[in-house]
């Protein structure tokens, strides 16, 4: 005989000479019927409750704790579950209104850019039919005046927020003697 036969066999021999190891009995229908309501009424189990079940139905207290433990247990596993399914329908609708609106978005800044590109259309062709030469240069003129105003206020607008020569550790002359890069 091998080792662990021999373990085995040992094993049953203890569990036969032992009168509380009984085998599991499975509950019967009744039995089953009468925990589900004792459950329905009250998820959690007292110890009163505990001992006037096991009196009522003929099982052991630790039976009907475990019972109750279990039944727990599934209960949980099924609120989770039809938490997530409300959450993933949930989820569902609102990506579905997402792609909807993304779709819109699309459609109206096509729109948008249509109407912009015949207005500005209409604008160049009536301007082109208005002007003049004479008109022309003076208008570029008076562009190119601004641009020079707007870069000396920028400037000054700069030099006012960040006087450079203040913080300049090193003296003017000095950058002036360094090579300009084009």
């Not at 727990?72 to 938490?83: G, I, M, N, P």
Request: glycine share 2%; charged share 35%; net charge positive.
């Amino acid at each position: 005989m091998h080792r662990a036969d021999l373990y085995q066999v040992l094993l049953w021999t203890r569990l036969a000479a032992d009168g509380s190891q009984e085998r599991k009995k499975r509950l019967t229908s009744d039995q089953l019927d009468s925990l589900e309501k004792s459950f329905q009424e009250e998820i959690k189990l007292d110890p009163d409750r505990k001992t006037k079940l096991s009196r009522e139905l003929g099982l052991q207290p630790r039976q009907i704790a475990v019972w109750f433990q279990n039944r727990r247990a599934r209960w949980k596993a099924k609120q989770l579950e039809r938490l997530y399914d409300n959450l993933k329908q949930e989820f569902d609708s609102v990506s579905e209104e997402k792609q909807k609106l993304q779709e819109e978005v699309i459609k109206l800044r096509a729109v948008v850019r249509e109407q912009a590109t015949r207005k500005l259309g209409h604008a160049e062709k009536s301007a082109g039919e208005d002007q003049t030469v004479e008109s022309t240069s003076v208008a570029a003129a008076s562009r190119k005046l601004r641009g020079r105003r707007h870069h000396q206020n920028s400037a000054e607008h700069c030099n006012y927020l960040l006087d450079v020569d203040e913080f300049n550790p090193v003296s003017s002359p000095y950058w002036a003697l360094l090579p300009s890069y084009p």
